[in-house]
């Protein structure tokens, strides 16, 4: 069946501009989580989304980022007013619950900002 | 910090040769897995095991934990090329799966 999918998988913007990063979560997966991964680094945890629960924002580095999921589906990673310091990739991945089920990833979107 | 440690940080093998790498968190252990990247793209889950076991295998990979140690080891025997990769443990403490921050491994042929 369809793995993971986010899009776009390369975006490069200008300093200061908004992008929307997007996540297809594999059909029937009830976890959803967004990491960020600086080069050559490990991987930074951002929010993760489980069922109808309000969801784990803990890791959201400043207000300029917010992240929804919709109808337990698809999630949208939005980051305003972009700084460099934001480049990264940022990864999404989902699992069928909570503990003890393997995560499965997308190939991440490799985000510039310029 | 939630995120685990793992040494070493870099690691380079002759093909044959075992690998083992490790990882330690400084809260509880819980369902402790282990995965792998290429590439620097998506992760693929390679084992996991639960915090009431002590070991497992599965193929060329064998993984142990040590929950009082809060720690866990990998190692890949018979090391292939294709082994070359990254590799990451993570474990779902506080109620989300947080990341060590890596092994790079590198299988010189």
């Known amino acids: 069946g369809a793995g993971v999918s986010q899009s776009p998988s390369n975006k490069v913007t200008e300093k200061g501009k908004d992008v929307e990063l997007r996540c297809d979560p594999i059909s029937g997966h009830t976890a959803l989580y967004w990491y960020r991964q600086s080069l050559g680094q490990g991987l930074e945890f951002l929010i993760y989304f489980q069922g109808n629960s309000a969801p784990d924002k803990s890791g959201l580095p400043s207000d300029r980022f917010s992240a929804e999921r919709t109808g337990g589906s698809v999630s949208t990673l939005t980051i305003q007013r972009t700084q460099q310091e934001d480049s990264a990739v940022y990864l999404c991945?989902?699992?069928?619950?909570?503990?003890?089920?393997?995560?499965?990833f997308g190939n991440g979107t490799r985000l510039t900002v310029t | 910090s939630q995120q685990g440690e793992e040494d070493p940080q870099a690691l380079s093998i002759q093909e044959g040769e075992n690998a083992t790498m490790n990882c330690s968190y400084k809260t509880s252990i819980n369902n402790l897995q282990w995965y792998r990247q290429n590439s620097g793209r998506g992760l693929v889950h390679l084992i996991l095991i639960r915090s009431n076991e002590r070991e497992k295998h599965s193929g060329r990979l064998r993984v142990t934990l040590d929950t009082s140690k809060k720690s866990s080891s990998l190692l890949i025997t018979a090391s292939r090329a294709a082994d070359t990769a990254s590799y990451f443990c993570?474990?779902?403490?506080?109620?989300?799966?947080?990341f060590g921050t890596g092994t790079r491994l590198t299988i010189i042929p």
């Open positions: 993570a474990n779902f403490g506080n109620e989300k799966l947080t």
């Open positions: 991945a989902s699992s069928l619950d909570r503990v003890a089920s393997p995560l499965h």
